[in-house]
């Protein structure tokens, strides 16, 4: 087996990063073989945390995300800072005191599993090939 290009783990930077080669491959008339190896047994298995994400990037990379509704994802409604005085009292901080890092109002709370899931996909729908620790060759490379 030959590689242009070895991208080890299949996480949400790995697969980005493999998409992103597949479109300039397309884009610029090349043939690169793109690999991605991940530890897991598959795509997405060692990925169980949420996150909150600003989904600029994934906009720009795969313009039409959204309407493929192909992970799970749920749009961030409302902000909301609390200082904690005690076990049974707190004070809410108004919203134009918190820093703008916290303030995630239009961004995506997201499962990072289902969007690796999803970028796998792609990927794999654009000619990369994964390689998990289950369907990694067992004959030794010469």
């Not at 479109?23 to 610029?28: A, E, L, N, R």
């Not at 809410?92 to 709370?109: A, D, K, Q, V, W």
């Amino acid at each position: 087996m030959e590689f242009d290009v070895v991208i080890v783990g299949g996480g949400p930077a790995g697969l980005s990063t493999s998409i992103k080669l597949m479109q300039i491959s397309k884009d610029q008339s090349l043939d690169l073989n793109i690999c991605v190896l991940e530890k897991g047994s598959e795509i997405g298995a060692h990925i169980l945390s949420g996150a909150v994400i600003d989904t600029r990037a994934l906009d720009s990379l795969l313009p039409d995300w959204e309407s493929e509704n192909a992970f799970i994802q749920t749009p961030v409604k409302k902000d909301e800072m609390y200082l904690l005085r005690g076990q049974d009292s707190s004070i809410s901080i108004p919203t134009f005191f918190m820093p703008r890092t916290l303030i995630n109002h239009g961004n995506r709370i997201i499962s990072l599993g289902s969007l690796c899931k999803y970028l796998g996909e792609k990927a794999e729908a654009m000619g990369a090939v994964s390689y998990t620790h289950l369907t990694l060759p067992t004959t030794p490379y010469v």
